[in-house]
């Protein structure tokens, strides 16, 4: 099965490489044909696999997304019509499974990319309380093997909890997202899609005790 992606993580990084050269629609019109065979394709041969692995891992199915390539430039001064990326999403509400391929960088990661207005609450909850201490020790394991977590949104601890509180860190979360950076070599020795699959069998822990509080 590898084998099948094999070429994913390379053509990806090529076809970026020259879009960012050129990144105009009349460039990407021109290589639409090798976008569709070399990325689009395999990356959705890519989704349908690992939402089978999902689901036999943990007995839901997934639902699965391929990011379109446009970019949304309404409100934004970078008027560059394509993203240099190629990402996609397996969600398992209320987590998601992600994974991101640029021009340097291929990161694997899970959680939650933003918790609503009820999910905020019972996440601050149970860090309070005392699944607060155990989410501390899977994140804590987690960044023992590799893992990286985005900066707190918030610069301090929200009212009404201390600012000082054990967990504080956590508190000032208003998203949970653990991500692996993955190198080539990696990609090399195990293929794209097991490699994959071994982050996001690391992360089921922390995919689980989300489950639990959201």
Do not use: C
Not at 46 to 51: C, E, G, K, Y
Not at 177 to 204: E, I, P, R
């Amino acid at each position: 099965m590898p084998s099948e992606f094999s070429r994913l993580l390379p053509d990806a990084r090529a076809f970026f490489n020259e879009l960012a050269q050129d990144n105009s629609r009349d460039f990407f019109l021109a290589n639409k044909p090798r976008y569709e065979a070399d990325l689009r394709a395999p990356a959705l041969a890519m989704l349908d696999t690992i939402s089978a692995d999902l689901q036999r891992a943990h007995g839901a199915t997934p639902t699965q997304k391929l990011f379109r390539p446009h970019r949304d430039v309404r409100f934004s001064k970078d008027k560059t019509p394509y993203h240099l990326h190629l990402h996609m999403l397996w969600s398992t509400p209320p987590v998601g499974w992600f994974l991101g391929i640029g021009r340097d960088y291929l990161s694997v990661g899970g959680g939650v990319m933003g918790f609503d207005k009820d999910g905020l609450i019972d996440w601050r909850e149970a860090v309070d309380g005392p699944k607060g201490e155990t989410l501390a020790a899977i994140i804590s394991d987690l960044q023992s093997k590799g893992a990286r977590l985005d900066e707190p949104d918030l610069k301090r601890v929200p009212a009404p909890y201390d600012k000082d509180h054990p967990q504080g860190d956590l508190l000032r979360r208003k998203s949970m997202t653990v991500w692996f950076d993955l190198s080539d070599a990696d990609v090399t020795k195990h293929g794209l899609h097991s490699a994959t699959m071994s982050v996001f069998d690391t992360l089921t822990p922390l995919q689980r005790i989300l489950q639990k509080i959201l």
